[in-house]
């Protein structure tokens, strides 16, 4: 491995090194002034490639220039500017905006010492703030995948948190380890940052970003890192338990950390809905009521029949009178002096129409309580009288539908099974909701029951769904969709077992946009000539992306040229008189050689946007 450049040195005679701002088995960053804008600082990516040689090195220049052009694309204020790239000494460098700040990283390590973390407002704002930033890359179909919190800096002018570092050095790495070792190299991301798609084959998808910004949500809620929250056995995130937050927010990065990427949200316009609705609820539309909640699957209500049981009518008999009785003579009681009211004859006939108006006034009160099905027992002062009733029911309502239904839980990848009984007139509804491509199996066991499979415009999914017993297909709509049980025409009562299974289709992997190549450029050809008896001169004009100055210089063999560009921002492509590019002399502000050969030599002056610039140019023999 080359050693790190010295602090002071000067590359491309523009970019003076400064310092080192970090250092990995990939590469190393340096703080650097660019003296073609007012020393603005910047920072210079150097690529360190692990193999050596001519053909890594080719292979490796063939790369950042690819990958350049995808950065070039990328124009947003919390992501830094790409600018260039360039090689010097056999090393590949990488020229962007410097972003003045501290990382997150070092944000949670000043706060570990007192005991502290990130407060939950703390990181939903993060999170908040950088979905515009991903969503704007996606959108182009990069994906970063290398989202931690060493590569998020808190920009110190606005308090934005700022995207670097998108594992363009690592990416270039990997594919040139692959591509000379022929087996599969070490793939980009943080190991418990990365999701398992991106670590096992390399794939990246948009919302394997998110589950990366999830990651690095919960080690800055927690101060925790991955490996300590994760159970690579059961493949579960356990942090609820270390940091109190609300149950929205948890929900949400929960399912940004699914294992399957089919399980977690599929865009950043997901997860920002999710917040909103979070924060917000009262905006986002009701959910649709279930019908006939609270009821019991597969069980009727029952018909209105009086349960009444046989009623007893009738008092406890009075006790005995007090005295004699002369059936069982107590000589130890005394015997009543005063003469017993059923020793009158007239008393007793009295007493007797008492009772049969008292008996008739009962037995009608009890017929008319059982009547109107009201089971409360009525009671006569006729002793030893009882009635039997047989309750007459109400009619059944058999030949009215009735209809239950009931939500089931069921996420891809995962399966459930509902049990239940039907009778000829019920249906049993079950909603589930499901995406747009997942795929839906359903299969119903049991003897005359058929299955009908719904949309959520209530529509039949397609023309294989009606009244069947099994059914499979993928989903072309987002929502709910409804299993409706039934039995067939002249079953009275039937068990059933319904099996379900949900699952997402594999994600297509994101397609590297092709760069829109540039328009060509304009040349402007004119030759250079020396005043009598002078061999240097300079010329003065202007250069852009649109139009490049070429600068004819017609040299002997043997003589030593010497090209500056002495004022402006531009760089120099030299040519030979055969049209080639001299080989050191591509992207530069200064080249000095001895000709190997005679003619018309070009010097191009090219500029990234419109540029005033000056150059001199000198021819002299060699001593």
């Known amino acids: 491995m080359q050693p790190p450049i010295s602090a002071g040195t000067v590359l491309q005679n523009r970019y003076r090194l400064l310092s080192i701002l970090g250092q990995g088995g990939f590469g190393r960053t340096y703080l650097a ?19 050596i040689g001519a053909y890594a090195l080719e292979k490796s220049k063939e790369l950042f220039q690819r990958e350049a052009a995808i950065l070039y694309q990328i124009q947003h204020p919390q992501i830094p500017q790409f600018r260039a790239t360039f090689e010097e000494n056999q090393r590949l460098f990488l020229v962007q905006d410097y972003v003045d700040g501290k990382t997150y990283r070092t944000l949670l390590n000043e706060r570990k010492p007192q005991g502290l973390a990130f407060s939950e407002a703390e990181v939903l704002l993060l999170v908040r703030q950088l979905l515009p930033v991903l969503a704007h890359i996606h959108s182009k179909g990069i994906i970063h995948r290398d989202i931690a919190p060493d590569n998020i800096i808190l920009r110190q002018q606005d308090q934005l948190p ?15 380890q692959a591509t000379q070792t022929m087996t599969q190299a070490t793939t980009v991301g943080k190991l418990g940052y990365a999701p398992s798609e991106q670590m096992q084959t390399g794939r990246a998808y948009p919302n394997s970003d998110l589950y990366s910004l999830a990651v690095t949500a919960i080690v800055l809620l927690t101060g925790r890192e991955p490996q300590e929250l994760y159970d690579d056995v059961n493949l579960t995130w356990h942090w609820q338990r270390l940091v109190n937050v609300s149950p929205g927010f948890a929900q949400i990065l929960n399912r940004m950390l699914s294992y399957r990427p089919g399980d977690r949200y599929q865009s950043v316009s997901e997860v920002a809905q999710a917040l909103q609705a979070m924060l917000n609820p009262a905006a986002m539309p009701p959910s649709m009521p279930v019908a006939t909640a609270g009821a019991p699957v597969g069980t ?18 009075d006790p005995a009178p007090v005295g004699r009785n002369p059936r069982n003579p107590d000589p130890m009681v005394p015997v009543a002096t005063e003469q017993s009211v059923w020793d009158n004859p007239w008393a007793v ?45 109400t009619p059944t309502q058999s030949s009215q539908p009735v209809q239950f239904s009931q939500r089931l839980n069921l996420a891809p990848g995962a399966a459930t099974t509902a049990e239940g009984s039907l009778r000829a007139n019920e249906t049993i509804t079950y909603i589930i909701s499901a995406e747009q491509g997942e795929i839906l199996s359903a299969d119903l066991e049991g003897e005359g029951v058929l299955m009908t499979v719904l949309a959520p415009n209530r529509e039949l999914v397609d023309d294989r769904s009606n009244r069947v017993q099994s059914w499979q297909g993928t989903l072309n709509f987002n929502g709910d969709y409804y299993l409706q049980l039934s039995p067939v025409q002249g079953v009275d009562r039937t068990n059933y077992r319904l099996n379900l299974n949900l699952e997402a289709p594999e994600p297509s992997p994101t397609p590297t946009p092709t760069p829109t190549p540039p328009p060509e450029p304009e040349v402007n050809t004119q030759r250079l000539n020396f005043p009598d008896g002078e061999t240097q001169t300079e010329v003065s004009d202007r250069a852009s992306d649109l139009l490049i100055q070429r600068y004819l210089v017609n040299a002997r063999a043997g003589q030593i040229l010497n090209v500056e560009l002495i004022e402006g921002a531009g760089s120099l492509n030299i040519y030979y008189p055969n ?45």
């Open 33 to 51: 002034e660019d003296l073609g804008r007012f020393q603005e600082k910047c920072a210079l990516k150097e690529f360190i490639p692990t193999q």
């Open 162 to 176: 700022v995207l670097i570092d998108f594992g363009v050095v690592k990416e270039i790495v990997t594919r040139v």
């Open 300 to 317: 009727a209500p029952q018909p209105n029949v009086s349960q009444m049981q046989t009623l007893a009518v009738g008092r406890r008999p």
């Open 349 to 393: 006939i009295g007493i007797g129409m008492g009772l049969a108006v008292v008996t008739g006034i009962g037995a009608w009160a009890v017929v008319s309580a059982i009547l109107n099905t009201q089971p409360t027992p009525v009671a006569s002062p006729t002793p030893s009288v009882t009635v039997s009733v047989t309750p007459t029911p």
């Open 579 to 623: 049209g080639q590019l001299v080989e050191d002399a591509s992207g530069v502000v200064f080249w000095q050689a001895q000709l190997p050969e005679s003619g018309d030599y070009a010097i191009d002056v090219l500029g990234n946007q419109e540029v005033d610039f000056t150059l001199r140019v000198s021819v002299t023999d060699s001593q």
